[in-house]
């Protein structure tokens, strides 16, 4: 993967560029890893407290609907993204390919939780999917907190959900990756991606306005 070009390349219509395709790609195919969640299930709310707690069924629920409001969030801020209109080039593309995937991780969820899965809240995103500066800049927030709450729920998690969620974080990663490349940051910052405990993430998602968690 060619993380090099200049940024007047990245912010034009690169979809012949020989790189940006092999990335579409590889991204296009890594949604179908998230198949595996048909078999598990992640709950986000201030009093999601399970650091400590013994792995089980009961808490996998609690924490796969934490993860559902996440792909909510994300779904609904790349779809509107694309109908603003706002976006060229590869922005555009990133927007579109994963709010795709988006979509995907919040059908695969819904699946495993069945009637436990936590309803769709209403969202407001003022400017952030008004302009391509925002637009970035959000996203960049948006796909690294996602990889942080799943790995911060990796230890709280039985053996098998553990390993549908495994499928769906090493997607937010490549996302994450890509959309810092567009937004003029390291796309690997680090060797290792640290967690971030439930409480972290929703103040996250508070901080941003657009949504409320209770």
Known sequence: MVWSRGRSERFGDSRDDPATSTRRQLLGRSVVAGAALAGGGIVLGPRARWAGAAPS????VKIFNFALLLEYLQAAFYGEAVR????RGEPREFAEVVASHERAHVTY???ALGGRARARPAFSFGDATRSERRFLETAVLLENLGVAAYNGQAAN????????AAAIVSVEGRHAAWVS???GKEPAPRAADPG????DVVRSIRRTGFVGVS
């Open 57 to 60: 069924r009961a808490q996998d």
């Open 109 to 111: 969820l819904r699946k």
């Open 157 to 164: 998690l039985t053996t098998k959900a553990l390993a549908a």
């Open 84 to 87: 603003q209109g706002a976006l």
């Open 181 to 183: 490349d567009l937004a």
């Open 196 to 199: 971030a405990s439930a409480a």
